[in-house]
């Protein structure tokens, strides 16, 4: 099969993966990297042999870059994604994918004007024991959902700016939750802080009713000395867990618990992969735009559920 | 020291480890065994060498009967507690305390009136880890306390009846958060359901706010296939987790994690000594009776935001 | 059935425990209880309302007594021994059942000569999880049998005196490889030195060769900080683990681990219980006193291997 | 500082690693790639845009070669650095540096008559817990060196061909423990055997006792269904333990564990990044051709004590 050609938008510490991957897999060829600081740019550029822009839009203007990823600060995201769809490219967007509902909604209606696709960044959905865990929830072989816990914390981040926990970091299990249990939460409810950062929130829980019932409790800070990434997902028939990092699941049911062993990948590959098949055959990715705007819906009625101190109903 | 003069009432799996405790410490004399059925109060009487009762009324009008522990099912807790505070008698009893909170202020008042002590069985305050716990949050080695998270979860229990998780399980860590944050909650939102047993919830997610805005998160249930009980206390200097279990802790800072050695302890017995030394000295329970009056209410108000699928103010 | 009339030799802290249990075990009808320490035989007696001996011929002139646990201090086990075999009556004997190959060799003899069972008490045998090894083993399903690593330390202990590690702990892990391997070893390489305590060694490493090329390498000390009692065994075509402690095992084959839950249960129960059930059955108990002679005879080898700095053949 | 001119022969996935590290550290300049196969020296040397060679004798002819890191199937490393120490640069040869003590011992022989640096990539030592290790067992924070145990084991690796388990793995434990220890081993015993393999061995157990009686016992198999590269080494004031795949380490006293947190590191960055130093200041590396040939005949002796089934002293 032909190549597709992608370029990427933003050559920080995650542009800089993005663009590695694209460089070694078979389905993309790695054409060009931009980002608003030459220097980053050009470092990376020559890293994988490929061109340097400083202006995205110069880079948008090549016939050879078909589909762009864009990891840049959070802030930009949106308006990065809007120049690339505007210039007829496929976009990978990095989550929060916008900074706010009104952003993401613009990029949902401009992808489907232009016909082009929109798939977001969140890649914890590729770990292969998340794909198990899905595949068992759809089997019956947990049985009725429960509810899920996740827990999402770790250190101060070196890389910080303009979001908060919810945004940052929540909005992965918030993405999690709705593609495990098939469904959209009907009423969020949220305790949210600043400890350190005056800023934005360093620590939230958030607590999803969804439509059968299923709960899910999400926890999210910067303020554990190490990086903890877990699930748990309780149903009648078993209890499955999996670590995000280690990339270890396990499914226990009363006799047993057990482990199966599935080779670690790196999920950013897979994604990317994913949305390179996707745009070479044409077909819709598994997280579209629509996944991204109502994951940031949900993080920002839960901040809404923060201020205000009630629960809030998400139609 | 002179040895207290102590009787169980409920002589069953929980209340045979209380008579052992009491029959094991230099601080209690233990006098007799009371229990509904006669059977069951000669099999742990005869064990232990005192005499068997299967009417209360009749133990408790023995004089070297000064104290009883109230171990019956739920149910009747209370009823039996105003019993053995009508006689006259100290008395600890069980968690929950009561059924609801009516019956929990009458037992309050009724100690008040008759000068007796009332003690609440919450005895996850006397593992040494906890009470560890409890010292690092009032020396400020844990900082600002940000929030706690309580997973209390097992198996369909062989001994059930007549509450559901809330009352049986999450009242524990209704107890020790207040415990821990020294203060009362503030708000309370709730999920709970019934995925196998019809009278009760089965599964419950609480999030607790407190006067000075911390939260705590308790999940209880009675569908996981083996028992996990664990506590994790976040703060702005450190964090600290309990397994209940296995009575580790470990407190976690940027440098470190540092896991201190506490000689495994009953905390039953512990809970048992103290009792016995409040009364023998005369002084106040760590645990009184308004412990157990606030944990109920704190309880019963998580079940109404169940129920009504709003957040509940407490005042 | 009948109950077995059992009395016990040595009213310390295992003694004690030995005490309970036949007192609790449907088999047995605990009789008395002995110690050359009035006090302390007086003390267990007295919480199990049996009677008091100091002097076990005494005890052993009594017809309600058919068969004795000797729990003494390693140094009066065999001379203990002896006697409730002299007075014909059956005997289970704590490990290491003698503190020499002399005198458990003696043991053995009079039993044959008076037709008395004799069990020794190596109870990790009776962990439901070793079990399940041992069956793991001879259905195969751990394939060829390659190796077994055990570990076996904990801190100082407090009750010591008369052996070394290697009679103390390895002894556990010597019968426990004979009992999976189904044979015993052909040769024994050691290692072991005395650190604090100048009497007796306190650490040890003992590499033992069997028959079919499976090997086994023990490790125990009295150096660890707190205890791990820890047991892998390497197949062909599984790994299988057991944490004596916590009672769990697992079976690591390449695609799974596997982790079966079962029940928790006091091994020495379970042990009394097969005891009683040998002697009620006239059947050969599981272990015998022939299994306890090459407990020691491999760990006296170990020793001499370690004092001499060679490897010593065993026949 | 000037960048030493390095380049690696041995283009397949380690030494991938090595090219990668010495394109990024700010001390080396990768200058070409060398590989008996064409195809694999151009597809790495393209990676990172340097020469591709398929003779490393050409590729010595370079004058901007100072150093070479020599990464190719054991059975070639010798000859290869042979080749490298003859044409005056100096060399990193990947562990286990040869086949056998004659050819190790000639690389030392060629390294002094050439004034050449010679260092041996026993990468472990690099890993900053085990660094903190080391500095533990120096300061005296352990105490006395009691014993180590090791366990490397894994799966049926991919990648292999021309050495057993105890030149490709337990040789890092090898020169780990002589590393802890700061002495040479007087003895070895050892065990190893041909599960699978017929060629070599995929397990063996190794005793080594030093000339202070601390003893080092290495597990080392082909067998185990997951990586798990697991130290813990004894000592009569702490125990510590290292997890090299995690780099966690711990430090147990009997009050209490202490887990200090080092920011994770590649060893082989660090290794390389020393190597480079040790040139560029002309000063010996931290591991030595001696290191490289006594880690060889130790191994070598390991070998010989499982063909003759007794125990071998090393002078």
Chains 1, 2, 3, 4 share one sequence.
Not at 12 to 37: I, P, Q, S, Y
Not at 60 to 88: F, G, I, P, Q
Not at 109 to 114: F, Q, S
Not at 190 to 206: C, M, N, P, T, V
């Amino acid at each position: 099969m032909r190549k597709l050609g992608v370029a990427v938008i933003g050559a920080g510490f995650w542009g800089r993966n993005h663009a590695r991957n694209l460089k070694e897999l078979n389905e993309t060829r790695l054409v060009a990297v931009c980002d608003k600081d030459e220097a980053k740019a050009k470092a990376v550029a020559e890293l994988f042999g490929v061109e340097a822009y400083s202006d995205s839009r110069e880079m948008l203007k090549r016939k050879d870059v078909e589909a762009v990823t864009v990891c840049t600060w959070s802030t930009n995201l949106a308006a990065e994604t809007m120049k690339v769809l505007k210039a007829r490219k496929h976009a990978l967007v990095e989550k929060p994918m916008a900074n706010n509902v009104q952003e993401a909604r613009k990029i949902v209606d401009l992808a489907k004007k232009n016909q082009r696709h929109v798939m977001v960044g969140f890649l914890m959905r590729f770990i292969p024991g998340m794909q198990r865990i899905k595949e068992a929830a759809e089997k019956g072989e947990i049985g009725t959902l429960v509810y899920a816990t996740a827990r999402r914390v770790s250190e101060w981040p070196e890389r910080i700016g303009d979001v908060g926990v919810v945004k940052d970091l929540a909005i992965h299990d918030i993405d999690i939750t709705r593609y495990l249990f098939g469904e959209d939460p009907v009423e969020v409810y949220a305790k949210a802080g600043s400890l350190r950062y005056k800023q934005f929130e360093d620590h939230a829980q958030i607590l999803l009713t969804f439509k059968n019932r299923e709960t899910a409790f999400i926890e999210a800070n910067w303020l554990t000395p190490y990086k903890i990434r877990k699930l748990v997902v309780t149903g009648s028939k078993a209890i499955m867990t999996l670590d995000y990092i280690t990339q270890e699941i396990t499914m226990e049911t009363s006799g047993q618990t057990l482990a199966p062993r599935y080779e670690v990948k790196e999920p950013l590959k897979l994604e990317l992969q994913h949305f390179a098949n996707s745009i070479l055959n044409d077909k819709e990715p598994m997280i579209t735009g629509l996944d991204g705007l109502k994951a940031v819906q949900i993080a920002e009625a839960a901040l809404k559920s923060a201020r205000r101190g009630t629960a809030i109903k998400l139609k």
